[in-house]
C-alpha cells in the first residue's frame, strides 16, 4: 500500500485517528518510523503525527520538571532547565540524529537504543499520555508492546534536591555517539553521608530499560566507598537479561556490568 | 608526512622525484567539494523505473515453487522477473578469462544457496511498490541442511553447495581439488628440523562497506543500445558479463562509469549492471538497481573469511627450513574471485622469505555463506596475516628476536623463489631495520648490517634437485574427458532483440565485402553482425586463410599453466 | 499515489514540489528538484552521507519526512559556492586533501558548516563531535578534522 499521511493540529485527535487505525505509526523525530519506512516495512502504510505546541514545552510545574514529548536531543542540551540531562542527550546519535530524535520517541526506541529513556527511568518520571492521566515510566515500560498505541504529550520528573545526584555513563565502542553496550542511570542522594533512596536503571541489558532492584536494596545506607559498594557490585547482574547482538554478546554484556556500575558508583573516569 | 631514505638503493634510482612527495590536487576534488562528482545515481531520467528484488532468507534450501501472480497486479508494478527471464542464467566472473565453469544464476531456479540470495526481481514505479509487490510474492522453499565452515564443508557427507561443483570445491588445472605449490621436500627437512612449530589462523570475512552502495541505472538510447551507469570498479568486466548473460552484443552496450563512492574491492563482481539492463530490456524504461544499505552489508560480497594451518621446520640458529601450508579460502555459496585469489596467493608463497622447502595445499571451498570477493590486497592480506603472526610465533619457540628471524630468513636479490622466479629489488631487511630503528626495538650489529644486495645468488638461486610431488586430491578420473570439462566447438552468437522490442529495431550493421579487415582480424572472434554465422570463421579473401584457435578448455588459465615464456 | 505539494526554501531560491506522500526529504531534493548533492548511504540515520541544514540545523534528509520542511529553508553543498566562488570550506577541504572518495564530502561540509556558523572558532574537541555523525570510509578523518579547522582560522564564511 502506497503511504500516506494525516497531520493532526491537536495531540488528542492524533492520539485518536493511531488508536482507530490498524496500520499507523505515530512520527516523533522520525528516526525510527522513516528508517522503517525507507526499508520497505509492511507493518504500517500510514504515518500520523502532529503540530500541537504542547509538545514542545518545557517547564516548571511545582514540584515537576514537565518536557514535551517533541522535545529534541538538541534542546534537552540547549535548555538551562534540562542542562543536567544534557549528558544523557548528547550521547544520542551525532548532532543530526539530535535535532531529531525527541524524548516521545527514545521511549519507544527498542533495545539497545532507548539511552534517554533509561535516564528518565532512573529519576523516577512520569508519562503522560494523550487523553489519559500520567503513569509511571515503569508502568509504561512493563507493558510498553501494549503501549505502543499510546502518544505521549510529555514526561515530567520530579525535581531533584542535588543535580549532582544525577550520574549517567553510556559504554559504546564509538565515543560518544554509537549504541550502546550499556548504560547506567543513577540517582544517589545522600543523607548524613550515606545513601538513601538510590535509583539505578540500565539500558541495553535487557528487553527495555531497567531498574537495577538489587543494587538500590544493596546501596540502601551505605557510604558511597569501596566498602560501601561491595554488596552492591556483587549483585549488579541480578535481574539483566542483556541481549547478544552485533554490538555486544550477553556473555560481555554481564562482564562488564558490575566494572561500569563501580566506576559510576566511585565517580572513576576512564 | 613522507620520510624518504634515500640512503637505501641510493644507486639504483635517480632520486628526481617530480610526483611522489609533492602533493597533487586530485582531478575530481573540485567535484567532490562542491558535490558535482557524477556518482552511478547522480543522473536524472523521465519515468525512472526502481528494481528490487526478493530474496532467500535461508542458507540453503530447493524452491518448489514461486508465485508471483498477485505481485504483477500490484499497482506501479511494471514487470517482475524470474529466472526464465534471464537469457543466459548461469555465469562466472572469470569465465571472461576462460577459468572456472559457470556456476552462479542471476536470479536463483532450483535452489538457493546463502541467505540474501536474489530469487525474483520487481521493477515497479517507486521504491515502495516494489517492497509492497515484493511482500505479496510466494516462495515454496523446502529448507535443506546448510555447511558454514570450511573443513566442514570438504568432509564426505557435507551439504553440496554449488551444482557445478558438488564436491565443494574448485576444480583447478581440470585435475585437483586444491591449487598445489611444491619446492624440495618439506616432509624430509621437518624431519631434519630441530623445531617444528605449528600454527592455525582464521580471518572473518570483512565487509568492504564504502559509504556509496553498489547499484547501476540502465536506459534505453535512441541508437539500439543501453547506456548504464554504474558504481563498479571493474567496467569492462562489467560490459563483458552483461553482454555474456544477456546474450547482446557488447557494441550495443554504452557503459559509463568513473566516479566510485569507495570500492576497496566490493565493486567487482559486476551484479547491478546486467540485471539492470535486463529490466531495462523488458520494459523499455530506464531502471535503477541499488542496494539498500542492509543489502551492502549482508548481499553485498565480502573479502573472504581465510583459515590457514602452517607448519615450519627451524633449526635453533633460527633458519626456516622447511614450510607448509593448508589454506581454506571461504568462498561461500559461488566462486566469483576467489579461486583467482588462491593463485595469486599462492605465488606469494611463503612470504618474503628464502625457505628451500616449500609446500601449499589451497582449497577454494563452498559454503552456504554470502559468496566473497576482492578487497584490498586481494588474495595476500590473509595469508601474509598468518605469516607474520606465525613468525612471531617461531621466534617464540625459539627464543630468538623476532625482527632478527625476519631478517636472517629473508629473501634477497637473486634467490630462487617457491614458484620458480628469481628474487629481484627485494627489501624487507631494510624495512625491519628501518621499523627496528623506529620502534626503538634493538637488533644486533650484524643484522644491522645485513643487505638485500647481499648474499642472495649463488646456492640460492637454484631450484631444488628434487622436488617431491603428490596426487593428492586428484579428481577421480581427471582428464580431458572428465567432470569439468566440456569442449565446445566455438559457435559465434546472433543478435538477439528483447522478445517485446522496446523500440523499433535496427538493421544490423553488414560490412561490406571488400572492405579490408583490421590488422590481427583473424585473431578475433569474428563480428556479432557477420552476415552468416557458421561454426568457423572465414576471412575475406584479401587475408591469407588462418584458422582461429579451437576455443581453450574452459579451465585452462594461461599465465599459470606454464605456457606463457617469461 | 497521492501526491501533496511542498514549497520551501533551497538554498535561497523557493522551490514548489509535488512529492510521492510518505516521501523522505533526500528523494524530494534529488529526484523531486534535481539537487543531486546529498547522497544516499544507509536510510537509516548511521552514516550522514544525506546531511543538510533546515533552517541552519543539520539533518539527516532521509530520516526527514518531506513534507515537515514546508515553509521552512533548505541547504545543501550546492549552494554552498556562491557563483564561481567557493565556500571557505570548500577551498579548506581541497587545500587539505579532505576527500578521496567524495562521497561523504557533501555530507562533511554540511555539519562542518552548521558548526562554524554558530561557532567560528571551534577547537579540535568541537570539530570531531559536530562531524561525529558523519562516516568517511576513504581519509581516516584527520584531512577532515584538519580542513576544518583550516576553514575556521581563514574566516569560515569567506568566499572566493
Not at chain 1, 540547549?78 to 539530535?98: K, M, S
Amino acid at each position: 500500500m502506497p503511504m500516506s499521511v494525516k497531520t493532526f493540529a491537536q495531540v488528542d485527535e492524533a492520539a485518536r485517528a493511531l488508536a482507530a487505525s490498524r496500520s499507523a505509526r505515530y512520527l516523533g523525530g522520525g528516526t525510527l518510523i522513516m528508517r522503517a519506512v525507507n526499508y520497505g516495512d509492511q507493518s504500517f502504510d500510514t504515518i500520523i503525527r502532529t503540530t500541537d505546541p504542547r509538545l514542545k514545552q518545557i517547564a516548571q510545574q511545582g514540584e515537576m520538571l514537565v518536557i514535551g514529548a517533541g522535545i529534541t536531543m538538541s534542546e534537552i542540551i540547549a535548555n538551562r532547565e534540562t542542562a543536567f540531562l544534557a549528558p544523557v542527550a548528547r550521547t544520542v546519535g551525532g548532532q543530526a540524529i539530535r535535532n531529531m530524535a525527541t524524548v516521545g520517541g527514545n521511549l519507544f526506541a527498542a533495545s539497545p537504543y532507548g539511552d534517554f529513556t533509561a535516564a528518565l527511568l532512573a529519576l523516577d518520571a512520569r508519562i503522560v499520555p494523550a487523553g489519559g492521566q500520567p503513569i509511571s515510566l515503569e508502568e509504561f515500560l512493563n507493558a510498553r508492546e501494549r503501549n505502543a498505541g499510546l502518544v505521549i504529550v510529555s514526561v515530567q520528573i520530579p525535581r531533584l534536591r542535588d543535580v549532582n545526584a544525577f550520574r549517567y555513563v553510556k559504554v559504546s565502542r564509538v565515543k560518544p555517539k554509537g549504541i550502546a553496550v550499556m548504560s547506567i542511570a543513577a540517582v544517589l542522594p545522600m543523607q548524613a553521608g550515606r545513601l538513601a533512596n538510590a535509583r539505578i536503571a540500565h539500558g541495553a541489558l535487557g528487553p527495555r530499560p531497567l531498574r537495577a532492584l538489587a543494587v538500590e536494596r544493596a546501596l540502601e545506607g551505605r557510604s558511597l566507598d569501596e566498602a560501601g559498594i561491595a554488596q552492591a557490585l556483587a549483585v549488579a547482574t541480578e535481574g539483566i537479561d542483556p541481549p547478544s547482538d552485533p554490538i555486544a554478546s550477553d556473555w560481555y554484556r554481564r562482564q562488564i556490568a558490575p566494572v561500569h556500575l563501580k566506576r559510576l558508583l566511585l565517580g572513576q573516569r576512564r | 608526512m613522507i620520510e624518504f631514505r634515500k640512503e637505501y638503493f641510493a644507486d639504483e634510482r635517480d632520486d628526481n622525484l617530480n610526483e611522489i612527495g609533492k602533493p597533487t590536487q586530485r582531478q575530481d576534488m573540485l567535484g567532490h567539494v562542491t558535490g558535482r562528482s557524477p556518482y552511478f545515481d547522480d543522473h536524472l531520467f523521465d519515468g525512472l523505473l526502481h528494481l528490487k528484488c526478493l530474496r532467500s532468507p535461508h542458507h540453503h534450501a530447493r524452491i518448489r515453487s514461486v508465485d508471483t501472480s498477485e505481485a504483477e497486479r500490484m499497482p506501479g508494478v511494471k514487470k517482475v522477473i524470474r529466472a526464465r527471464d534471464v537469457p543466459l542464467n548461469l555465469n562466472t566472473l572469470l569465465s571472461l578469462m576462460d577459468f572456472g565453469l559457470d556456476d552462479e544464476p542471476m536470479l536463483a531456479d532450483k535452489k538457493v544457496c546463502y541467505v540474501g540470495e536474489p530469487v525474483v526481481a520487481v521493477v515497479a514505479e517507486t521504491e515502495r511498490a516494489c517492497f509492497d509487490a515484493i511482500a505479496k510474492i510466494r516462495v515454496d522453499y523446502e529448507v535443506l541442511p546448510h555447511v558454514l565452515d570450511v573443513e566442514e564443508a570438504i568432509k564426505p557427507g557435507a551439504p553440496s553447495v554449488n551444482p557445478t561443483y558438488p564436491t565443494n570445491t574448485f576444480l583447478y588445472h581440470e585435475k585437483y581439488d586444491h591449487q598445489k605449490l611444491r619446492f624440495g621436500d618439506v616432509e624430509a627437512a621437518l624431519r631434519q628440523a630441530d623445531h617444528v612449530v605449528e600454527g592455525r589462523y582464521q580471518m572473518s570475512p570483512i565487509e568492504q562497506a564504502p559509504t556509496e552502495t553498489c547499484g547501476a541505472i540502465a536506459a534505453p538510447e535512441t541508437n539500439n543500445r543501453f547506456v548504464v551507469y554504474t558504481s563498479t570498479q571493474a567496467l569492462f568486466f562489467s560490459l563483458g558479463t552483461a553482454a555474456k548473460m544477456l546474450k547482446v552484443s557488447s557494441n550495443r552496450l554504452h557503459f559509463i562509469g568513473g566516479t566510485v563512492g569507495g570500492g576497496f574491492g566490493g565493486k567487482v563482481d559486476s551484479i547491478h549492471e546486467p540485471m539492470a539492463i535486463l529490466g531495462c530490456m523488458l520494459t523499455g524504461k530506464p531502471v535503477r538497481y541499488a542496494w539498500d544499505r542492509e543489502e551492502e552489508m549482508q548481499v553485498g560480497a565480502p573479502r573472504g573469511a581465510e583459515r590457514w594451518y602452517i607448519t615450519d621446520g627451524v633449526m635453533n640458529d633460527g633458519r626456516i627450513i622447511a614450510r607448509k601450508f593448508t589454506g581454506y579460502f571461504d568462498s561461500g555459496a559461488y566462486t566469483r574471485l576467489s579461486s583467482y585469489a588462491i593463485i595469486k596467493g599462492t605465488g606469494h608463497l611463503p612470504g618474503p622469505y628464502t625457505i628451500p622447502n616449500v609446500s601449499s595445499d589451497v582449497y577454494c571451498v563452498f559454503t552456504n555463506r554470502t559468496p566473497a570477493t576482492a578487497m584490498r590486497g586481494f588474495g595476500i592480506t590473509g595469508v601474509d596475516f598468518s605469516i607474520e603472526a606465525h613468525m612471531d610465533k617461531v621466534a617464540s619457540k625459539i627464543g630468538m628476536n623476532p625482527i632478527e628471524l625476519r631478517i636472517l630468513n629473508s629473501y634477497r636479490d637473486g634467490d630462487m623463489k617457491a614458484h620458480r622466479r628469481l628474487a629481484k629489488n627485494t627489501a624487507l631487511i631494510e624495512c625491519c631495520q628501518v621499523v627496528a630503528e623506529k620502534a626503538k626495538w634493538k637488533i644486533g650489529n650484524e643484522y644491522k648490517a645485513m643487505s638485500s644486495l647481499k648474499g642472495g645468488g649463488g646456492e640460492r638461486a637454484l631450484i631444488p634437485a628434487h622436488t617431491a610431488i603428490d596426487q593428492k586430491g586428484m579428481v577421480r578420473g581427471s582428464g580431458s574427458s572428465s567432470f569439468g570439462y566440456q569442449p565446445q566447438p566455438y559457435v559465434p552468437s546472433t543478435p538477439t532483440f528483447p522478445s517485446t522490442p522496446a523500440f523499433p529495431s535496427v538493421p544490423a550493421y553488414t560490412p561490406a565485402a571488400s572492405s579490408s579487415p583490421a590488422p590481427g582480424a583473424s585473431e578475433r572472434r569474428p563480428a556479432e553482425n557477420a552476415p552468416t554465422p557458421s561454426s568457423t570463421y572465414t576471412p575475406t579473401p584479401s587475408q591469407p586463410a588462418t584458422p582461429v584457435e579451437q576455443r581453450p578448455a574452459v579451465n585452462r588459465f594461461s599465465s599459470i599453466s606454464g605456457l606463457r615464456r617469461r | 499515489m497521492a501526491k501533496k505539494p511542498i514549497q520551501f526554501q533551497l538554498n535561497g531560491s523557493g522551490q514548489a514540489i509535488f512529492a510521492e506522500e510518505g516521501s523522505n526529504l533526500l528523494d524530494v531534493l534529488r529526484r523531486g528538484v534535481g539537487d543531486l548533492s546529498p547522497k544516499y548511504g544507509c536510510g537509516q540515520g548511521t552514516c550522514g552521507t544525506c546531511t543538510v541544514l533546515v533552517n541552519g540545523e543539520p539533518r539527516l534528509s532521509c530520516l526527514t519526512l518531506a513534507e515537515t520542511v514546508e515553509g521552512q529553508s533548505v541547504e545543501t553543498t550546492a549552494g554552498l559556492a556562491h557563483g564561481p566562488q567557493l565556500h571557505a570550506l570548500q577551498h579548506a577541504f581541497m587545500d587539505n586533501f579532505a576527500a578521496q572518495c567524495g562521497y561523504c564530502t557533501p555530507g562533511m561540509l554540511m555539519a562542518a558548516k552548521a558548526l562554524l556558523d554558530r561557532n567560528p572558532s571551534p577547537s579540535r574537541e568541537e570539530v570531531v563531535e559536530a562531524i561525529s555523525g558523519n562516516i568517511c570510509r576513504c581519509t581516516g578523518y584527520e584531512p577532515i578534522i584538519n580542513a576544518v579547522l583550516a576553514a575556521a582560522q581563514s574566516g569560515g564564511r569567506r568566499y572566493g
